[in-house]
């Protein structure tokens, strides 16, 4: 495994406000940054806004603002919710930044030099509301509708600068056959395939219908298609579009670990962005992992509806239970696999419950009770020399399967291995009934080395689950080891019996049970 880590999130476009969309995807990219940063890793997490475009031009000039003014208020929220959700991104490109600008327009510039890049005319349909041209042949299995929207498709004609996509289209093919896991999950990678397998075709990638966004360099009243634009941000954060080729030592990141997109962009990422990495001779990301959406009571979430889950309702839920739970269901119960997830404040209440409450507030608080009861708030001693109860070994085991659940974006694994620990700690508890054990002081040693084993094993389960609950967890490295274990290298975080005999363990209550669910 290197010892460099890069993840990115799409960048969000700005002509709305968050929402739980946005919310998941960069809560999901934060766990993973979170648990490759326990592992040692140098991690680089990039995320940030889309600025530019027509839909942006037109909601400014309804507002009787300018684009740049609706682009700033509406970043400016992008960049709240970040602190809000306490996420820890290394970086917030937006594409109306100089330092974007300057390098798209010098990588365009290279892209027109190597003959990747021609002037041509488009007839076919336009998608007003993402932009995007479609030839006849797409736009009749669309049905000569939006996929996103539902809108219709607006016959078009117009000059533009291509793309040469069908140039790349069998080093493509030879790309997937070689790397199996490029795209995932597979239910995305065999849609891609199956649209490659019908052609593909050059892709305009500049604009003459508006005027907001980065001028093509010798193509006055051209500016660079919104998607181009967005997608060269993966590159330009790390300063990849320089004269020197990097900015300071960023460059070390590259190529991506893991872009994270929803399954509505895959196209995009999987295919036009590769191909435009091809030409601009750079390495591709090791892999584009789509996830699907969030409904809410079983329909498609609409404002129209009410049940659109936006950042005022999301604030309501982490007030109500804590931004630990929101960020545990939505690493958890999110869509990060092929099926959507359906989001619904009775399921979210039951999830807090059963796992929060029950087990991983529950479990630490009956062992450190009863090392308060029995003795005297300090950690006693483990005579089980020869085998720990077994423990070691299964803390060990959860730690190898958690690393490679880590490793290949496997949140629900990840988070299961540090559940099943405290479970297993539970079924133990029940199974050798240290509070019996404790009426007879005969049995004093035994009931010492069962809470010591407690204690050591529920400590390594909070170092698996603090990618996912960060703040409570830290609260649990407290009690049961102290601080100075949070930010010590992987090895001893993770190691089993590293609380010292004697050391306080304290008593703690992490999430208090809440009787009523909030309404979407």
Not at 308 to 317: K, M, Q, Y
Not at 442 to 454: D, P, Y
Request: charged letters at 20%; a negative charge.
């Amino acid at each position: 495994m290197s010892t460099t880590a890069y993840i990115t999130t799409p960048i969000y476009y700005v002509n709305d406000r968050p929402h739980i969309g946005h919310a998941y995807t960069t809560t999901i990219c934060d766990v993973w940054a979170r648990g490759s940063r326990l592992m040692g890793r140098d991690v680089f997490f990039l995320t940030g806004t889309d600025e530019h475009g027509s839909k942006v031009e037109k909601s400014a000039a309804a507002r009787g603002v300018t684009p740049q003014q609706l682009a700033d208020e509406n970043a400016a929220e992008f960049q709240r919710v970040l602190a809000t959700f306490a996420l820890t991104n290394s970086d917030f490109i937006r594409t109306t930044q100089p330092r974007h600008e300057q390098q798209v327009q010098a990588m365009l510039t290279r892209l027109v030099d190597s003959g990747s890049v021609y002037l041509g005319t488009f007839e076919g349909w336009y998608d007003e509301g993402q932009e995007e041209y479609h030839t006849e042949t797409r736009a009749r299995e669309l049905e000569y509708k939006s996929p996103i929207s539902g809108k219709p498709l607006i016959r078009a004609t117009e000059q533009n600068y291509y793309f040469k996509l069908s140039a790349f289209a069998e080093r493509l093919a030879k790309h997937f056959a070689d790397h199996p896991t490029f795209v995932r999950p597979n239910e995305r990678a065999n849609e891609v395939l199956g649209r490659l397998r019908d052609g593909l075709q050059d892709v305009p990638i500049t604009r003459t219908n508006f005027t907001w966004g980065i001028a093509m360099p010798g193509a006055p009243g051209h500016v660079v298609y919104v998607w181009i634009d967005a997608l060269l941000n993966y590159i330009t954060a790390l300063g990849l579009g320089t004269a020197t080729g990097s900015d300071g030592d960023r460059a070390r990141y590259w190529p991506a670990d893991y872009h994270v997109v929803g399954k509505e962009i895959l196209w995009f990422h999987a295919v036009i962005w590769p191909a435009l990495l091809m030409a601009l001779e750079l390495p591709l990301p090791k892999c584009v992992y789509a996830h699907s959406f969030w409904i809410a009571n079983g329909q498609k979430m609409s404002k129209s509806l009410g049940n659109f889950v936006d950042l005022p309702t999301i604030e309501g839920f982490t007030q109500q239970y804590g931004l630990d739970a929101w960020r545990w269901y939505m690493a958890t119960q999110g869509p990060i696999a092929a099926a959507d997830s359906d989001f619904n404040a009775k399921h979210f209440h039951e999830i807090y419950t059963y796992d929060l409450v029950n087990t991983v507030g529950n479990c630490p608080s009956r062992i450190g009770a009863m090392i308060a009861k029995y003795f005297e708030g300090k950690l006693p001693p483990d005579s089980d020399e020869a085998s720990h109860g077994g423990w070691p070994a299964i803390c060990e085991a959860s730690v190898r399967e958690w690393e490679q659940c880590i490793a290949s974006f496997d949140l629900h694994g990840a988070a299961r291995t540090g559940m099943d620990l405290l479970r297993k700690l539970d079924a133990f508890i029940n199974d050798t009934e240290p509070f019996k054990l404790a009426k007879d002081p005969a049995n004093t040693a035994r009931l010492g080395s069962i809470l010591n084993q407690c204690a050591q094993t529920v400590r390594v389960a909070g170092v698996l689950l603090e990618p996912f609950m960060p703040q409570k967890m830290e609260e649990l490295a407290r009690a049961f080891g102290g601080v100075a274990a949070i930010g010590t290298q992987w090895t001893a975080r993770a190691k089993y019996g590293s609380i010292a005999v004697g050391h306080p363990i304290d008593k703690l209550a992490l999430y208090p049970r809440v009787e009523r669910a909030v309404v979407v």
